[in-house]
């Protein structure tokens, strides 16, 4: 069966501070691959996707990036966080369209 | 008319009863339709897939209205432990994102 890791849980940085999240997808080949970020209270806000390794789709500008190094590989970088980069961020995957999610992680910037 | 609504509710009904809520798409060609559900500081999991000829899984029923562009999530005999929100999910043709609504928060009260 098909299983999605997020890491780390809950994450707590400075503004200005790096980023990286990770994200593995088991049991399945060429997944397309998303990042999404709920903020408090909010919607989810998809940041973006990939249907192949290398190949990423952003959605919205902003100080975030991503890459899909391998094909059930997904990460989330940013190189200076700001305040307004605190929320949920979400890895999911779909094959085709039914999507599934990983436990998220839960970043706060400070 | 944006992509995908929902009422955010909240919806506070007492535990026994029924409820319903819909979601309202834009794109008429839009080809597959799910229900989500979303529990406190969790990931959002897949409920059910919306079929045109509708679909039922226990106590939960969902249905396709293409001429009105709407789906419904019916819950029959609601449980405390159906309290969580209910997100809308539309896959448009022709396209690799899925358009979640930003949800419809349920509470059942004891």
């Known amino acids: 069966s098909q299983t999605i890791h997020q890491w780390p849980a809950t994450l707590v940085q400075p503004v200005g501070s790096p980023l990286s999240l990770e994200c593995t997808v088991e049991?399945?080949?060429?997944?397309?691959l998303y990042w999404y970020r709920q903020a408090a209270g909010r919607g989810l806000q998809l940041l973006f996707y990939s249907v192949g390794i290398g190949q990423i789709s952003s959605e919205v500008p902003q100080n975030l990036s991503a890459s899909r190094p391998q094909d059930r590989q997904f990460i989330l970088s940013s190189k200076k966080l700001l305040l307004s980069d605190s929320g949920f961020y979400l890895c999911?995957?779909?094959?085709?369209?039914?999507?599934?999610f990983g436990p998220g992680t839960r970043l706060t910037v400070t | 008319r944006k992509e995908v609504e929902q009422d955010p509710g909240p919806f506070n009904v007492p535990e026994g009863a029924t409820v319903a809520f819909n979601c309202t798409y834009s794109n008429s060609a839009s080809q597959s339709f799910f229900w989500y559900r979303q529990d406190c500081r969790k990931e959002p999991k897949l409920l059910m897939s919306?079929?045109?000829s509708g679909n039922e899984d226990g106590r939960f029923t969902a249905q396709l209205n293409r001429a009105s562009q709407y789906i419904s999530l019916l819950i029959r005999d609601s449980k405390l432990s159906d309290s969580a929100t209910y997100l809308c999910v539309v896959n448009p043709p022709r396209d690799d994102k899925i358009i979640f609504g930003k949800g419809t928060r349920l509470h059942i009260l004891p």
């Open positions: 999911a995957w779909s094959v085709p369209y039914e999507q599934y």
């Open positions: 049991g399945t080949s060429n997944p397309n």
């Open positions: 919306v079929y045109s």
